[in-house]
């Protein structure tokens, strides 16, 4: 969005109308009510961005349908001028042409017509240029038919709107809806318009409505006679021809010979004024095969730049981002809205709309006016949000990305700054200034993305602000390129066998939130999953898609592609062959590594739900097939996967495993019928707690104990860990150059006899290495986080062992044929109790470490391939000889 400029936020409000509570649609669901249509249609003028068109910023739904639009405004208008009574200079009605135009000529590449142009809705800046207001009302409200109302203003329609009359789908006498207007209508608004300029005050005003269409209808005989005689009757200079030309196109009274606002603006009057006007150029997306910087030109002399000597900061920022701060800083619409009397509260008895005595006669009360639309704009005062960020010096607002020093920038409150940092997550985004000086930092890295991911990379540790976080998203998922022809270039249009699933799982999917519940929104994950499903022709729709959809769609409801593309890297990330037509072997496999990380984490718990058979193939395929999109609802899932997306794709493991500790006490004292019943109505959830746990536990978990057979194929990436010392427990396994030292396949079968994950041997070096170097670089008496615990007897121990390691001899804990003689965590073991144990051996390795584990022993784990995958390194030391 452009920046605010010497605009303000103007809010305005009206109802939509009711539906019956007990009529149903054809799919059995109730009716979806009219403001939610509106709500969803509203989102695509956000997107409509021009010079003489003011910029749409937000919508929101009140009680009884009551709909409340914030959008750019100015307190000047076209009515300024006939109230003042002077006609206007042909110059200034040219220019005032023109820039309408151009408006319209916009709108109508988008599809969109005004239908409600009138003097008051054509809003002037500071500089006197054209801001059409209120262009969206009829694209908004389903050309009308979703209100109450008409839209558009008698005195301005066209002859042929006011010759369809009103209408509304519950209208009985109506058994077709008209067609909507297209763009001729503006263009007699606009002459009607033009005509008042150059009488200097309004026309047809104080006149009845019939005689209003005796006039209009009146000009249809001969347009030409009755229009320069109303000219010079009610106007006292005398006009240029090109002018009476001008209002003589405009006011053709059959359509089919009016011209369109695109006609007009190529017409000869125009030639001198059109000159003066650059045309508009829609910025370069993020995404795109454009440069972005193509259209930058900087002035010969740079002071330029810095001439102004302004201190409203804020201004400068985009309009968005103004009332995202504004609603922060304690902004309240409907009381806004209420304070200028717009809105009027009256107890519930006097909301009636009828009563019945007891001998049945029938009181009412007249339409109540407010219901109808009040078409005042209400300015919201920026001076609360101003106040609260007065202590944000200037700099704050233009960061220094190449900065070594602290990312938070230097102001008065800099210290409240960086206590803010440490609060809870729903406070920080509460929070007006921290908000100021993230989304301006994010705002300036994502400008300079892909260059500066890194630095992205590092700023979403600290936390994500909302406003960006479906740019931040797809900067952190690595999307690049020119994703909206790759979009359109699918085909979602053809039928295919997965509509009927797709139409099924649609009306189900997060339909508590207003814009997922919409038509608009339907249509639109409609046409993201067909689009997924057509472009990856070897995978298949499975439910489950839609929820994962979901997220991506909420926050880039108005870049399809963009969803699509997020989607379509998330998945190949996180869910690696879970939509094959036969994903049974992927999603086992999958289940049973939860199952070895619940062991390595808590071994208590796993040994209880082991015990009850209460496995993961009962709760877990819903978290993992969706991601959590499926139990969690949006809001939740939003924080969850902003750690998600930093992580790889072992981190849903750490995940799944947090969310059972916050369950644990509950699981521990219940059995299997218990359980179930717990899992089907699932617990409130601490979703920071469950995301500060699951960066715990993923730092703790070495890399390659989450292997699995069927994950995709790594590419080598930058650093996308939670710090230095999780790097070599959180990064995804990837093999090392020596193919003698990675983890082996092995078979489902055998993976289910587990109880201990496996790490290889090049992961054992790895992690052997971190412990001597932090035991160097810190305090002596630092433990490291690693131990290697070699079973084999003495005697082999001694031929050659890993530095560091212990010996605990196998058979000396257990017997030939496997019966416990004594328990090896009763020695010397239990100092080691709390490091991640690699239990090393040629055999017995898996009776060693299942022991460990039934005896509740945490972070117990084998190496795979045994002793036997060291010895060619030539890593093993020899303890020296004693003399």
């Known amino acids: 969005m452009r920046p605010l400029k010497d605009a303000q936020l103007g809010a305005f409000t009206f109802f939509a109308s009711a539906l019956p509570h007990d009529v149903c649609g054809s799919n059995g669901l109730p009716l979806t009510p009219n403001s939610i249509k509106i709500l969803g249609r509203f989102q695509i003028l956000k997107t409509i961005t021009h010079p003489r068109l003011c910029q749409y910023v937000d919508i929101s739904r009140g009680k009884h349908e009551r ?145 209003r269409l005796k006039f209009i209808l009146t000009l249809g005989k001969n347009v030409t006679y009755y229009l320069l005689a109303a000219i010079f009757t009610l106007s006292l200079q005398e006009l240029p021809e090109n002018v009476v030309e001008l209002l003589r196109k405009c006011l053709t009274f059959l359509p089919s010979k009016r011209p369109t606002p695109a006609e007009l603006l190529g017409d000869p009057v125009f030639n001198v004024i059109s000159c003066h006007y650059t045309p508009f150029q829609k910025p370069i997306s993020l995404f795109a095969s454009s440069l972005r910087c193509a259209h930058l030109d900087l002035p010969d002399d740079i002071s330029d730049l810095c001439k102004e000597d302004d201190d ?114 729903i406070i920080r985004e509460r929070d007006t200034e921290y908000q100021l000086i993230r989304i301006i930092l994010f705002d300036r890295l994502l400008k300079a993305y892909p260059y500066k991911k890194n630095l992205v990379w590092k700023e979403a540790r600290v936390d994500i602000p909302p406003l960006v976080r479906g740019l931040a998203w797809a900067a952190l998922l690595g999307i690049e390129g020119d994703i909206q022809a790759k979009y359109d270039s699918i085909d979602k249009d ?88 036969d994903n049974s072997h992927v999603i086992q496999e999958y289940l049973k590594v939860f199952s070895l990380m619940i062991a390595f984490h808590d071994p208590e718990l796993s040994n209880h739900l082991n015990e009850i058979r209460f496995i993961p193939d009962l709760y877990a395929i819903p978290w993992f097939l969706t991601m959590f999109t499926h139990v969690f609802p949006l809001h939740k899932i939003f924080h969850l996967w902003d750690t998600l997306l930093l992580g790889n794709s072992s981190f ?18 219940n059995g299997f019928n218990e359980c179930i019943l717990l899992f089907s109505d699932l617990p409130e959830i601490d979703i920071e707690r469950c995301v500060r746990e699951s960066i715990n536990l993923f730092c703790w978990t070495p890399k390659s104990a989450t292997y699995r057979q069927h994950a995709q194929p790594l590419k080598v990436a ?63 008496a ?30 000396l804990a257990f017997s030939p044929d496997g019966e416990l003689l004594q328990c090896p965590t009763t020695g010397i073991l239990q100092n080691y109790r709390g490091r991640v144990i690699v239990v090393i051996s040629n055999a017995m390795q898996t009776a060693f470490s299942a022991h460990l584990v039934k005896v509740n022993f945490p972070r117990v784990c084998i190496l795979d391939g045994g002793i036997n995958k060291l010895k060619p390194t030539g890593l093993l030391t020899v303890p020296s000889p004693q003399i």
């Open 312 to 425: 409203d900061f804020l201004s400068e920022r985009a309009i968005d981002e103004v009332y995202h701060l504004w609603c922060l800083a304690g902004g309240d619409m409907e009381k806004e809205l209420t304070n200028k009397d717009i809105i009027q509260s009256k107890p519930p008895v006097c909301t009636l709309p009828n009563f019945v005595l007891e001998d049945g006669e029938s009181f009412g009360q007249c339409r109540d006016r407010s219901f109808l639309l009040d078409d005042t704009t209400v300015t919201l005062s920026l001076c609360q949000l101003k106040n609260r960020l007065k202590d944000v010096v200037g700099e704050a607002y233009y960061p220094l990305l190449e900065d070594e020093q602290s990312a938070l920038p230097q102001s008065n409150s800099s210290n409240e700054l960086s206590a803010t940092v440490t609060l809870p997550l």
């Open 782 to 811: 630092s433990k490291p986080k690693i131990v290697a615990v070699d079973i084999r007897n003495v005697e082999d121990f001694s031929r050659g062992h890993i530095s560091g390691s212990i010996n605990v001899a196998f058979n």
């Open 718 to 780: 930058g650093d996308n860990s939670f710090g230095k010392t999780a790097s070599y427990f959180s990064s995804d396994y990837q093999d090392m150059p020596n193919p003698d030292l990675s983890r082996e396949p092995l078979a489902l079968s055998d993976l289910k006899e587990e109880m201990s994950p496996r790490v290889s041997a090049a992961d054992l070096i790895d992690l052997c290495e971190l412990s001597l170097s932090a035991i160097s670089k810190r305090n002596r």
């Open 67 to 211: 709909l409340i639009v914030v959008a750019e405004h100015f307190e000047r208008s076209l009515s300024g001028f006939q109230k003042q009574g002077k006609a206007a200079s042909s110059e200034k009605m040219l220019q005032i042409g023109y820039e309408v135009l151009e408006g319209l000529e916009f709108m109508n590449k988008h599809g969109l017509v005004h239908r409600a142009l009138s003097a008051h809705n054509v809003l002037l800046d500071c500089k006197g240029n054209v801001k059409l207001a209120k262009f969206g009302l009829y694209h908004m409200t389903d050309h009308g038919a979703d209100v109450d109302f008409p839209i558009g203003y008698p005195s301005y329609l066209a002859p042929e709107v006011i010759a369809q009359g009103c209408f509304h789908p519950s209208d009985p006498s109506h058994d077709d809806a008209p067609l909507p207007s297209g763009p001729k209508a503006d263009v007699w608004s606009l002459g009607v318009l033009l005509f008042e300029l150059c009488a200097g005050r309004r026309l047809l005003h104080n006149i009845e409505i019939s005689e």
């Open 494 to 581: 053809t039928p295919i066998p997965t509509d009927r699933q797709i139409e099924v799982d649609i009306p189900r999917c997060h339909q508590y939130d207003e814009l997922l519940s919409s038509p608009e929104g339907h249509s639109k994950f409609r046409r993201v999953l067909k689009a997924w499903v057509v472009s990856h022709p070897d995978l298949v729709y499975w439910q489950g898609l839609d929820s994962l959809c979901a997220p991506f769609l909420y926050l880039n409801f108005n870049h399809e592609a963009l969803a699509y593309a997020c989607m379509s890297a998330f998945i190949p990330k996180y869910l690696y062959n879970f939509f094959l037509k």
């Open 652 to 669: 849903p493991f750490c995940i799944g495993v947090a969310i059972l500790q916050q369950l644990r006490d509950r699981l521990l004292a």
